[in-house]
């Protein structure tokens, strides 16, 4: 573990450094208090030194609001975000966020033995770390930003997002993707199943690959599927879904296995809702949307065709949004699934629902306007078929 290092009150100290996307201990940390004005904070951590809160928490918070509005300002006065192509302008926009989270990273806290927050008027933070860390292993250094969206996360899962189409609320853990977006969750709700589960329910199987809180899972089995495994590579998503299946008394239904992508043996379905966008993820969370290469769409093609039993579907859950920003094309998915043996049997497309796709304001809103979220329905091609 990385070591950061300051002085206070005249003598050295150090601390063990944690960042859940692996950003590098800051080499440079000077103590900051209530005294710390705004303007020297923004000045001192686009320097690259990062600030070790020992004030108020509520003024860190503050602080830290203020740091992102001089971001978003000079962000305005520079590159505001608009290229001369999607890809240009979606590239544009990547590097204005990885520029502001790097700047804001840099304003500190430290974590006692037990993950006790000791600053002025701070929040009983014990137990959203210990849900997001683990057992406490000493004193720790982390970005205040990280631990406001250890705290959020801690309220999500405590309280649960409601899943119309399910009938009930999942439970997300820290670092697993939410089903907020309800349009991928309805087409996998509104889609006939495969004939072969069909024609003989209680032996029919499903898988679903990658499946972060278990929520398609959970829809699979309470639309009768009798045993579905839930994959995922990511530990927190094995320990979210597991948890899940037991919140809705589906534990029964659903093996939770991992971590890997493709289970043991053969099923009737097999879904995948994989990240939408071939770019590197800036965050634990953003791993649900962010897959470098497309790697897990090519691994779950690939593989699809050496699980399914005979008559079985592969369900791909894709949005095109890749497509209108230029990141990847029609061609070249179609082309994917032609040479993975595949054929397509059918497809259902949903346009989205969310706020995203009607702020004008956003730097890549035509791609978000133009965005249509599919189903696509695969199966084995026949031997000689072309």
Not at 20 to 31: F, G, K, Q, Y
Not at 43 to 61: I, K, M, Q, V, Y
């Amino acid at each position: 573990m990385s070591v950061i290092r300051w002085t206070e009150n005249s003598s050295p100290r150090s601390a063990p450094w944690h960042s859940e996307n692996a950003s590098p201990a800051p080499r440079r940390t000077l103590v900051a208090d209530d005294r710390m004005k705004a303007d020297d904070a923004y000045r001192l951590t686009c320097e690259g030194t990062a600030l070790l809160w020992r004030g108020d928490f509520h003024n860190a918070r503050q602080l830290l609001q203020a740091i992102g509005r001089r971001v978003d300002r000079r962000a305005d006065r520079g590159t505001p975000g608009f290229g001369t192509s999607p890809s240009e302008s979606f590239h544009l926009h990547r590097r204005g966020i990885r520029h502001r989270a790097r700047v804001l990273g840099r304003l500190l806290v430290l974590l006692d033995d037990d993950h006790t927050l000791a600053l002025r008027r701070a929040p009983d933070v014990r137990q959203a770390c210990l849900d997001a860390y683990g057992p406490s292993t000493g004193p720790t250094t982390v970005s205040l930003k990280e631990l406001l969206g250890v705290m959020g996360a801690r309220q999500w899962r405590a309280k649960g997002i409601d899943v119309p189409a399910l009938g009930a609320r999942i439970h997300p853990h820290y670092g697993v993707f939410a089903p907020v977006r309800g349009e991928y969750v309805d087409l996998v709700a509104h889609t006939a199943l495969p004939s072969a589960i069909r024609h003989r329910p209680a032996t029919g199987a499903a898988f679903d690959l990658g499946t972060g809180t278990g929520v398609l899972a959970a829809l699979l089995a309470r639309r009768g599927i009798d045993r579905v495994v839930a994959t995922a590579i990511n530990p927190r998503a094995l320990a979210c879904a597991g948890e899940n299946a037991h919140r809705l008394e589906l534990a029964d239904r659903i093996e939770v296995s991992g971590p890997g992508l493709f289970p043991e043996g053969r099923a009737d379905l097999i879904v995948c809702n994989p990240p939408w966008l071939p770019a590197r993820p800036t965050s634990p969370v953003e791993q649900g949307v962010y897959d470098p290469d497309g790697a897990m769409l090519h691994t779950f093609l690939t593989g699809l065709s050496a699980h399914l039993r005979p008559g079985g579907e592969g369900w791909l859950i894709l949005s095109d949004l890749a497509e209108h920003l230029g990141l990847r094309t029609r061609r070249q998915l179609l082309a994917a699934i032609d040479a993975s043996g595949l054929r397509i049997v059918g497809k259902a497309d949903v346009k989205p629902r969310h706020p995203r796709s009607r702020d004008a304001t956003d730097p890549l809103h035509a791609a978000r306007k133009a965005e249509v979220t599919s189903l696509w329905r695969l199966a084995v091609r026949a031997s000689g078929s072309a």
